[in-house]
């Protein structure tokens, strides 16, 4: 059983900044993708940021020179740095982690809310 937790979630201003973190735990025993992903309201969800061990990072392309993914992968934790936020960044965000085995585990999310 895998457990992701997230935390660093609220509401900022836009321009503003926020970290994301997501700490993995349980058995792990190789991880292959740690990333995440956002659902704003009546969307679907959609891909924000990966990071494929041994890899560079892929973005999607609306946060491609604003959001910077990186990962810990002593600690089995990944975080995501948001800064100049937009209101159209509001969303729901999950922790996403694929394991050699191609299981999916799926972090509880966490509220961004950019908003003046």
């Known amino acids: 059983q895998v457990q992701l937790v997230e935390s660093g979630g609220g509401l900022v201003q836009p321009g503003g900044s926020l970290r994301l973190s997501c700490a993995a735990s349980g058995s792990i025993f190789s991880i292959m993708v740690m990333g995440w992903y956002r659902q704003a309201s009546g969307k679907q969800r959609e891909l924000v940021a990966t990071f494929p061990r041994g890899s560079s990072a892929v973005y999607t392309d609306s946060v491609k020179g604003r959001f910077t993914i990186s990962r810990d992968n002593a600690k089995n934790t990944v975080y995501l740095q948001m800064n100049s936020l937009k209101p159209e960044d509001t969303a729901v965000y999950y922790c996403?982690?694929?394991?050699?085995?191609?299981?999916?585990?799926w972090g509880q999310g966490t509220q961004v809310l950019v908003s003046s």
């Open positions: 996403q982690l694929v394991t050699t085995g191609q299981n999916i585990y």
